[in-house]
C-alpha cells in the first residue's frame, strides 16, 4: 500500500504502546477489516510530527479474501482523513516495504516571508530571516555521495557487547526549488536515511542561507563527526516522506 498522512498529531509511524502513531492506528483498521492479526512493515519510520505522500507499507493477508479496491475504501473510511490510502496492490511474496527499497526521497519546506500563512503552519516552517537561495544550493554540494553522517544525526543506541551502527549514508541528490509565495523546498534522495538526518541538515542549511555560517564550512562539519558542529535541527512539521523508489 501507498499510504499519505498528517503526521502532526501522531507521535510517530511505528506501533508504540499507549500512544497514537500511524503504524498503530493503520494496523488496528487492517486487522478490523481483514479480520485476523498482521505484521506491518513501513519503508521509512517517521517521527513525530513527520508527514507522508509516498510512504509504502507491506503486509501478508491470505490472497482468496483480498479484494483490494473494498479493502482499500474500508482502511480509509476508518482511518480518513489524517491517513489514506493512495493505493493498494499485490506484491511479490518476497516484497517488503523496507528491505526491497532502493531509495527514498523527502522534502522539507520553508515558508520564507515576514508574514505567515495558517493554511500551511501544519505542514512548512516559518523562517522569517531572508534566505539567500544561491547559497542553499551551494551548500547542498557536500553531501552528495557516500559519508558518514554522524554530525548530522542522532546518535543510535548501542547494545553491550555490539559495534555501534554504521551511520554512512549514499545521498543521490539534495536540491532546493523556489515555489510561488515565499515558499522554498529542499527535496533530498538517499539509499537510506538516520534518525533526524534531513532535520539536521535543513537547520543547518538555514543557518548558510541566512548568511549564519559559511557554506564553506559544511563539508567540514560533515568530516568532524561531531552533531555538536552541526545547526539546529528544523521542526518536524515541515519534513514529508515523498517517495520510495524501488
Known amino acids: 500500500m501507498t499510504v499519505a498522512y498528517d503526521g502532526s498529531e501522531f507521535r510517530g509511524f ?5 500512544v497514537t502513531t500511524v503504524g498503530g492506528t493503520l494496523t488496528a483498521a487492517l486487522e478490523r477489516v481483514l479480520g485476523h492479526r498482521i505484521e506491518l512493515t513501513c ?27 473494498d479493502l482499500q475504501h474500508s482502511v480509509n473510511r476508518l482511518c480518513a482523513p489524517a491517513i489514506v490510502v493512495r493505493d493498494a496492490v499485490v506484491a511479490a511474496p518476497d516484497f517488503d516495504a523496507r528491505f526491497s527499497a532502493r531509495a527514498r526521497v523527502y522534502r522539507y519546506t520553508i515558508l520564507n516571508r515576514p508574514v505567515g ?14 534566505l539567500d537561495l544561491r547559497l542553499l544550493r551551494l551548500a547542498c554540494d557536500p553531501f ?13 543506541k548501542v547494545a553491550p557487547g555490539q559495534p555501534p551502527a554504521s551511520l554512512v549514508r549514499r545521498v543521490i541528490d539534495a536540491r532546493w526549488d523556489e515555489l510561488d509565495g515565499g515558499l ?23 543557518e548558510a542561507g541566512s548568511g549564519r555560517r559559511l557554506v564553506g564550512e559544511l563539508a567540514t562539519v560533515l568530516r568532524s ?7 539546529q535541527l528544523a521542526p518536524p512539521h515541515g519534513l514529508c516522506l515523498w517517495e520510495v523508489k524501488y
Open 14 to 18: 511505528a506501533a508504540n504502546r499507549g
Open 43 to 69: 519503508a521509512g519510520r517517521t517521527d513525530a510530527g513527520v508527514h507522508g505522500w509516498g510512504q509504502v507499507v507491506s503486509f501478508d493477508a491470505p490472497s482468496s479474501a483480498l479484494a483490494l479496491a
Open 117 to 130: 500563512n495558517p493554511f500551511l503552519a501544519r505542514t512548512s516552517w516559518h523562517v522569517t530571516a531572508p
Open 144 to 156: 552528495i555521495g557516500s559519508h558518514d553522517f554522524s554530525a548530522f544525526c542522532r546518535a543510535p
Open 184 to 206: 522554498l523546498r529542499f527535496q533530498i534522495e538517499a539509499s537510506a536515511f538516520c534518525h533526524q538526518m534531513v532535520r539536521s541538515i535543513v537547520g543547518t542549511l538555514v
Open 225 to 231: 563527526h561531531d552533531r555538536q558542529e552541526a545547526g
